[in-house]
């Protein structure tokens, strides 16, 4: 395993329409009782909450402004409130002033000026699991209305791709979801494309048993015997660990596996190949780099398949290597935000490690793993396309969609997409894009916080995976780590715990059955 990477999140003002209060017109300003009863006249004075003109010919706002439409203008006043004309209504609607172009856009008064928006009185982002039939219509995190109009869908009255015959649909886990007549639904995507899916409210459970798990390495000072002795006092089930085909991290591997196949406990394996070779140079190919991992995961897999390993894990963080993220910034979303001449490498080192680990164990569970919000990256790779959009590449299929959840990447069932904007249920995603078991393989927060937020970053996360275990087939959080040799991640440090986080993993562990 590689040392752990700050994700930098980019805060960027987010697109979409926004309702505007008003908040211009001439006050009165004074002190004590005579202020405020003069603030307090003027709002009684104002008009209903809904009135339009036509058909009322003024409308009043809190502050006593005077609102007319005349000739296709609004006027505040008496004076034409900045740059507007073609208006066929304005609006009085929650202590705001709009007007509706003949277009049948909408536009809220800031103070000083018109800002595009939605209609205010439709509301705001509609309720998770709202659909089309029965509403009418559905607004989602950045304010797009949606619609079906003879089987076809609009975003903002202009078409979204090429749609017909679509039967419903459905606003779910921040993503935009559709069904044709024929029953395939379709995921719309941060790419502005529709991919084909599985109903993504289909609730899936996942295989109890391995639920709890967590990391470790190769090169730990503690015998395998004494790794078993501490997964059975935590409860934990599951232990993740990496390595590739040398004889020191194999042969460390192996000792492991025969330790737990006797404990009954599961190893799961990091085939720990990447894009380089090991003179850390990158593969000057997608075969140079398929034939050295295929090879590399087949030695790894022979020497552990008669122990009992039966799930690997190929590859560690490859999306974020440099040399494949063209922004590390980026939450991933995009197939656009990464490097299309070096995607053949990392696509072959990732093919290499699935069919190396397959040819000796074809029942054998492989994953891929991912980081932030890298579902750009994951759809593509799943269905055969180049970040450019190109298609007909070899497909990776995975069966166990891995991922890594730090702190800092965001809530991963309302994870932030580029520009840390509007967030979306990625396990939900997954589930209904890759039909395979969800297993976090890596979470903890960041290696600065005191050990009191630690504790309690631990039992809150716990408790939000352990919900979604039953309904998103979320089968293993593992986490990171056992023993980091400091106070930075692990639970203990040369045996001993350390008290704060680790007595509240095993106090939830101990509460929480995997059943």
Known sequence: MINRRQFLGRVAALGGSYALSACGGSSDFGTGDTATAKAAAKAAA?????????????????????????????????????????????LWY????????????????????????????????????????????????????????NGVIYRNKNTVGNTYNVSLLLWYGGKIWHRGTGGQFYVFTDAGTWLPCNDPRIVSAATAGTFYGINGHYDYRYTPDQIVSIMKSMGCSTYRVGCIDDPVSLGAVVALAKAFQAAGLTLFVLVNFGIHESSGVMFSSESAAYNRTRAGAATVAAALAPWGVTMYECGNELTRESEIILDPTNAGSKAVDFNNANWPIMRGAMRGMIDGVKSVQPTAKCGVNFCVADVGASDALWDGMQPDGTGGYPKVRWDMTTWHNYEVYG????????????????????????????????????????????????????????????????????????????????????GAPVTQPYNAFTAFVAGNPDV
């Open 46 to 90: 104002a008009s209903a909450n809904g009135t339009t003109i036509p058909p009322a010919n003024s409308i009043i706002d809190n502050q006593g402004a005077v609102w007319t439409l005349v000739g296709g203008s609004v006027y505040k006043d008496g004076v034409k409130a900045n740059n507007n004309y073609n208006v066929s209504m304005v």
């Open 411 to 494: 809530d991963i069932f309302n994870v932030g997409t580029d520009g840390a904007g509007p967030g979306f249920d990625l396990p939900s995603y997954c589930k209904a894009r890759y039909g395979v078991p969800f297993l976090i393989t890596e979470w903890n927060t960041g290696p600065e916080s005191t050990q009191a937020y630690r504790a309690n970053y631990i039992s809150t996360q716990f408790a939000n995976y352990y919900r979604a275990r039953k309904t998103k087939n979320i089968q293993s959080v593992m986490y990171y780590v056992l023993d980091s040799g400091d106070m930075t991640y692990g639970l203990m440090i040369d």
């Open 94 to 149: 929650g202590g705001g002033v709009y007007h509706q172009g003949t277009g049948g856009q909408f536009y809220g008064w800031n103070g000083t000026t018109w800002i595009a928006c939605n209609d205010p009185r439709l509301g705001g982002t509609s309720a998770d699991g709202t659909t089309i039939p029965s509403a009418t219509y559905i607004i989602d995190k950045l304010g797009n209305v949606w619609t079906v109009v």
